[in-house]
């Protein structure tokens, strides 16, 4: 497969200004001579050419050509980049043209960004920043993908490998070599060794999931009695009429997601169906969802009616944690009340309908939310197979600490090492012999 040129539109679909069909592979640079009908082109350089139909001569387009060659090209193949006008018929004019080549084929979804991690332009977790930076929402989406793309993350993981590695290859030159005249230093060293890297890696899982959450969503729920004001919060943080808001008890029976943008932080805001006692079947189940929402959220706005003070729902009260907001609503309705807490928690007073207070309550959601996701000097990070990943490597070293016997222990230190390849795609336990003989010069 790897010795095929494949070809795809790089740009989105749809009438544009300007698209993009790439190519990549070792027959990229013929197509680009018999579309053009030139033969001499100056790498990453933009070429005006006229492109036809090598077939019959019809013609395609007037466009931009560049020639990356190999191996200095996105995939680490001969890549051709074609700038055409974005019209559907011009594009499938094209696209139709080489799909009648032989030795071409359309890529597969991926394909461009497997073979470049296939040839070593890019490891695992770069490829992941990619997809991320593709499917950015918000700005700080954007700075994290952008950030992991950039190799941060990998250059984090593969020299915690690396000195894995080294550990290992000094602990098994000991254990191979043992008349050799190795440094006892070594020997003795190893162990704090790896107890220091073990503390750097479990630092660094005691994020509080902060690029996960910033990659998927913080999680954010508004739960409360009937008519507390929940869908018209909704509504205001959406800046549209997402739910419906009605006088009448238990008009939200289900929940309803909006996928916001708060403070430069992607946010997927529910609102739930009001908290109380029902004898309504269908009811009873939305407060069942409204309930394990709550309680699998990252935040929640626990929202009452001011005018019911002192005597609010004890059900909702019960939801009420440290990863919570509280709010009185409808202070427009009813006499402010003078409470300093509730349940540890400073109320928020606020009306949804005439906004006042509302500044507020956007002004600390969003700093509670920043808070969970804020970027920090070091790389964080943003999938479950990472943190799965890491976990076993901190597994491993702890049995490496507590085992004398040092065939096991290695092993121990092997399986760190696996660990951490399996994140960024590289696992090559041929370095450990190129560490020893390199470091040692065994056989001197």
């Known amino acids: 497969m790897m010795d095929q040129t494949i070809y795809a539109l790089a740009s989105g679909a749809g009438r544009c200004g300007v698209a993009v069909v790439r190519l990549s592979g070792s027959q990229a640079f013929d197509v680009l001579k018999q579309l053009s009908g030139k033969e001499s082109f100056k790498a990453r350089y933009a070429h005006r050419v006229h492109l036809c139909d ?37 594009v499938q004019g094209l696209l139709d043209c080489l799909a009648a080549m032989d030795g071409l084929r359309l890529a597969e979804p991926g394909e461009f960004t497997r073979r470049a991690f296939e040839n070593d332009k890019m490891d695992l977790t770069a490829a992941e920043g990619l997809a991320d930076l593709i499917h950015s929402e918000t700005r700080a989406q954007a700075k994290q993908a952008l950030r992991q793309m950039e190799g941060a993350l990998g250059s984090l993981y593969n020299d915690w490998a690396d000195r894995i590695l080294r550990i290992l290859a000094h602990f098994e030159a000991v254990i191979d070599f043992p ?41 954010l729920a508004i739960v ?38 708060i403070g430069g932080y992607p946010v997927v805001v529910s609102d739930t169906a009001g908290i109380r006692h029902s004898e309504d079947v269908i009811e009873i189940e939305g407060i069942k969802r409204a309930q394990d929402r709550a309680e699998s959220s990252d935040l929640k706005v626990v929202m009452f009616d001011c005018g019911d003070w002192p005597e609010l729902d004890d059900k909702t009260l019960e939801l009420i944690d440290e990863d919570s907001l509280v709010v009185l609503n409808k202070i427009d309705k009813n006499d402010k009340p003078d409470i300093s807490e509730i349940k540890g928690h400073t109320p928020i007073y606020m009306s949804a309908k005439s906004k006042d207070g509302l500044a507020d309550f956007f002004k600390k959601l969003e700093e509670e939310v920043a808070s969970r996701c804020m970027m920090t000097g070091a790389p964080a990070l943003t999938r479950a197979r990472h943190r799965e990943a890491l976990e076993e490597c901190v597994q491993a070293l702890v049995r490496f600490s507590h085992i004398d016997l040092a065939e096991l222990a290695a092993e121990d230190l092997r399986m760190a090492t696996r660990s951490l390849g399996r994140i960024t795609g590289r696992i090559d336990v041929e370095d450990v012999l190129d560490i020893v003989f390199s470091d040692f010069c065994i056989g001197k």
């Open 224 to 261: 409360g009695p009937p008519n507390a004001g929940k869908s018209s919060l909704l509504n205001h943080l959406a800046k549209r009429e997402v739910a419906i808001v009605s006088d009448i008890a238990g008009t939200t029976r289900d929940i309803i997601e909006s996928h916001l943008d």
């Open 179 to 219: 008349d050799e005249d190795l440094p006892q230093e070594v020997e003795d060293g190893v162990r704090a060794q790896v107890d220091t890297l073990m503390g750097e890696i479990e630092d660094h899982l005691k994020d509080g999931h902060r690029g996960e959450l910033l990659r998927d969503g913080v999680r």
């Open 54 to 90: 090598p077939s019959d001569g019809e013609p395609i387009d007037d466009g931009l050509a560049l020639y990356f060659p190999a191996p200095h090209s996105f995939t680490g193949e001969d890549v051709v980049e074609l700038q055409i006008h974005g019209g559907r018929a011009v």
